[in-house]
């Protein structure tokens, strides 16, 4: 490759690292200054290469030394940190799932700061085991007779397979082979399990009789998964948990029910679409259900599996449980949740995931309208903000179709204004602390179903500085 002469002058006008490290704050560490300063060299070489004239202003001293202020102050700054959610999705996998309630946080602080029983059986003065902090308290919850509970629901799903059905068939319906985020498919999942998938039925319809014709010598299990984030409406037909139940007696197999996002609470008494709950899933009599922590239960990510005492230690056994265990914060977390999951009223209030779903639209349209009361005291030249009725979404693959009724701000852009939806949802993406959008018809949304009462004076501020 060659370079024009102009291109060959500017090279020469390269900062030298050394140069660029004496800008470096005493106390920074030598490593994050190095990095800066190399990452400062390297995008100016870079922009010689391939716009030399954009190149030549930005080699003076004082624009090379803001570049690596500006390169150093990112380096040193966390790059997990929290956002403003205003899409009104409220598990939204993009954005940390479920929020976890203050108080919980506290009792992860303590158990984390401090030495803890996390395997020490204090009654006995022996080695404990790490799951008996949730596995009494789920049992109470939901009806079920023992639980384990992993890092994640697919996870979750993962062991139960190889646990319980490995070298042998699992049969399920060719609408449940569910993909989930990309990352996992039943399909895939089955296979890395080491289960063989028998797939049986139509997309839209699949009969009893489907299953009972797929079961030879070597099936093991019938599997329900949960179809989180689809629906298939018109011409359908399943077969629920207590007919495969009945099957599986029959012919001796055990039924597994991957739930996804199990819920303890039944949201239809809110006026939400019907969905089973895990005890009502456990009281269906599938021999084993598995569900996420940080979906509709609002807590931490962890996955959660119920079932008979025999076949969740048969699953405890599988040393695959030793590498999908769960750390002392999720079992804090997970325990100080099912706690108020004891007295419903008071874990709906406690739990923003839950609280947000069910609380009436009254509750956003009050947050929507002080956010608006201080933006319209903004001034802002060329924009309008307006109240408007918005649709929230549960997100995080539940509820698909449940609309959720919420109130937003809406802000509209003239047709002079210097500023245009695209470009104020970067303002905000990129302000300190970031504030994620929704643009609708070429006009930014603030949804208030999923806004902190914090998060008001962060827009406003975001806003100001426009
Ligand atoms: C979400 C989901 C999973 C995966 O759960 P994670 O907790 O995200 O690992 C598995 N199965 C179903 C049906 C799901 O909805």
Do not use: W
Request: aromatic share 4%; proline share 5%; net charge neutral.
């Amino acid at each position: 490759m060659t370079y024009s002469k102009l291109q060959a002058e500017l090279f020469k006008r390269l900062p030298k690292i050394d140069e660029l490290l004496k800008h470096a704050p005493a106390d920074c560490p030598r490593s994050a200054a190095l990095k800066a300063a190399r990452e400062t060299v390297e995008r100016l070489r870079t922009t010689i290469k391939e716009a030399p004239e954009e190149a030549a202003p930005l080699l003076d001293t004082g624009a090379t030394r803001e570049l690596f202020e500006e390169r150093l102050s990112r380096i040193l700054s966390p790059s997990l940190r929290p956002v403003v959610n205003a899409t009104g999705v409220i598990v939204h996998t993009n954005l940390g799932r479920s929020l976890i309630p203050r108080e919980i946080l506290r009792d992860m602080e303590e158990i984390g700061a401090r030495y803890s029983n996390l395997e020490f059986d204090l009654d006995r003065g022996v080695r404990g085991s790490r799951y008996v902090h949730v596995e009494e308290l789920l049992c109470e919850i939901t009806g079920a007779e023992a639980a384990l509970v992993v890092n994640n629901n697919a996870a979750a799903v993962l062991l139960v397979l190889s646990s319980l059905a490995k070298g042998k068939e699992v049969v399920v319906s060719r609408s449940e082979l569910v993909e989930i985020g990309g990352s996992f498919r039943i399909p895939d999942v089955m296979r890395q399990s080491g289960a063989i998938l028998r797939e049986v039925g139509a997309t839209n319809r699949t009969h009893l009789r489907d299953y009972e014709g797929a079961i030879t010598e070597e099936t093991a299990m019938l599997l329900k998964v949960h179809q989180s984030n689809f629906k298939i409406l018109g011409f359908t037909k399943s077969v629920s948990v207590r007919e495969l139940r009945e099957l599986a007696d029959r012919h001796n197999l055990l039924v597994f029910e991957d739930l996804g996002s199990g819920s303890f609470v039944d949201f239809s008494k809110y006026g939400l679409e019907y969905e089973p709950t895990v005890q009502e899933a456990v009281g269906l009599g599938a021999h084993v259900v598995s569900f996420s922590g940080d979906k509709l239960l609002g807590g931490p990510q962890a996955g959660v599996i119920l079932g008979t005492r025999e076949l969740i230690g048969k699953i405890r056994q599988n040393p695959l449980n030793r590498a999908l265990r769960v750390d002392k914060f999720t079992l804090s977390a997970l325990e100080s949740l099912l706690r108020l999951y004891r007295d419903e009223k008071k874990a709906i209030q406690a739990i923003p995931t839950v609280r947000m779903i069910t609380e009436p639209p009254e509750v956003p349209k009050k947050k929507a309208r002080r956010l608006l009361n201080r933006l319209r005291r903004l001034n802002l030249k060329g924009v309008t903000f307006g109240l408007i009725p918005t649709v929230g979404r549960v997100g995080g693959g539940a509820l698909p179709l449940q609309d959720i009724p919420s109130f937003g701000v809406k802000m509209e852009f003239h047709p002079d204004s210097p500023l245009d939806a695209h470009g104020v949802e970067e303002a905000l993406r990129t302000n300190d602390p970031p504030v994620i959008v929704r643009i609708e018809a070429e006009c930014v949304i603030f949804d208030a179903k999923t806004l902190l009462e914090s998060d008001i004076p962060i827009i406003e501020m975001a806003l100001r500085t426009l």
